[in-house]
């Protein structure tokens, strides 16, 4: 991994330095240092600046948010319903403001992106149409550590058609002793039952061990077997290069209020791949936002199903949210995701770094070494450490995130982190470690 400071020779990995000074200069060198303060960054009492590394929880609110969620809220008390036509962004079209960059993000076509509903809601209305099981093929495939929130969805739509969802479900397990879960298992468990198996649910980068798994490889290996494959991206989306045309999952969904900065509860993303576009007979739940837009205001007649990913709206949404998403996806527009990828690598290479000086008899990261497998999220695993431990942290202005039994979660985000906050955090850390 090659680091290049302008008029210096390259930094690599070898000759990474431990001292402040050399966090310093690499924020000094970094072509998106400006954007942080285009954040707001939580303080503390005092009114010091926190260490914020919890972007993959709720990612900060960027300052131009609440000019973006005003001009609506303004739009609204002076036009009343005409804002509906008449406002700066007229609030009928106003999710077509966010699809292409949205798309953008995610590596699809406008086509196959809408902004609607939230996560998990968006996860049902997809497996309303691509979890459609049959008396022999019915089982769902998900990893073992999936998040809670995905398995009990799962769960549910198995019970719903009538099957055991114990029996039903199919977890993808690490082997004995690894936290990260190995290919050969899946097509193992895919040589096995594939014909049983209707749908393949991943999480793109899974919440606890941050790995980043290779979408295409795991879709092609999926449709081989003739399973559904979709993909749980809450992690995924504005943190690494997710490519989901390319991929060729049947679909995605995703949040916007992790590394998408939208807000908390804010609307979630989904992706329908291209091929089901105009597949018009597709079983779905439909509204009147799923109707053909020519004639969605007649109001009367025969439902006409629209095209595209847009064609699984059921209502008409929430315009505040999502002008606090415009405010963030401008942002994206304008660095581009790859700028950000790029600075993410380095500062998550930074971080390990730092990590890996306490030495291995304190902390073992889970998280993949190789830089295509994560995103910027590093899994810390402390010997002999218990919740007390994410206390004094926190008691110190590292905001982090604990699971238990001692995993610390942190996730350098590199719109709003700086190279210093790495290194603070790893100082703090290892303060606290030597107490
Ligand atoms: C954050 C997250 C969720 C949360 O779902 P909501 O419906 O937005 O509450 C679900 N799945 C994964 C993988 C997540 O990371």
Known sequence: MLIFVRNRKPITLSNYKSDLKFALELDQNDALKSYRNQF????????????????????????????????????????????????KNPWLTYHEFLTESMAKVVGAKPIEVVVMNTLTANLHFMMVSFYQPTKKRYKILIESDA???????????????????????????????????????LETILEEQGEEIALILIGGVNYYTGQFFDLKRITILGHK???????????????????????????????????????????????????????????????????????????????????????????????????????????????????????????????????????EDTIRIITPKNSEERGCQLSIQVKNADKSLHHKLTESGVISDWREPDVIRCAPVPFYNSFEDVYRLVEKLKLILNE
């Open 147 to 185: 998040f809670p929130s995905d398995k009990y969805a799962v769960e549910s739509q198995l019970r719903h058609h009538g099957f055991d969802d114990q029996e039903g479900l199919i977890l993808w397990k690490p082997r004995k002793g690894k936290e990260l879960l190995n290919y050969q298992d």
């Open 40 to 87: 707001h960054i939580p303080k503390d009492k005092r009114g010091n600046e926190l260490i914020y590394m919890t972007g993959n929880s709720l990612g900060l609110q960027p300052k131009q948010t609440k000019s973006y969620v005003n001009q609506e809220l303004d739009d609204w008390a002076n036009l009343g319903v005409e804002g509906h036509t008449d406002a």
């Open 225 to 359: 077997y003739g399973c559904k494959v979709g993909f749980d991206c809450a992690h995924g989306a504005g943190n690494v290069a997710l490519n989901l045309h390319d991929c060729g999952a049947d679909f995605a969904v995703w949040c916007t209020y992790k590394y998408l900065n939208s807000g908390p509860g804010s609307l979630g993303g989904c992706f329908v791949h291209e091929r089901h576009a105009f597949k018009k007979d597709l079983n779905r739940f439909t509204g009147w936002w799923s109707h053909n837009k020519q004639t969605r205001f007649n109001m009367r007649g025969e439902f006409d199903q629209l095209s595209g990913a847009e064609g699984w709206q059921l209502s008409n949404p929430p315009i505040l949210s999502m002008a606090a998403i415009k405010a963030s996806l401008d942002m994206f527009h304008q660095v581009g995701t790859e700028k950000l990828i790029e600075k993410s690598k380095k500062l998550t290479d930074y971080f390990e770094f730092l990590l890996n000086e306490l030495g």
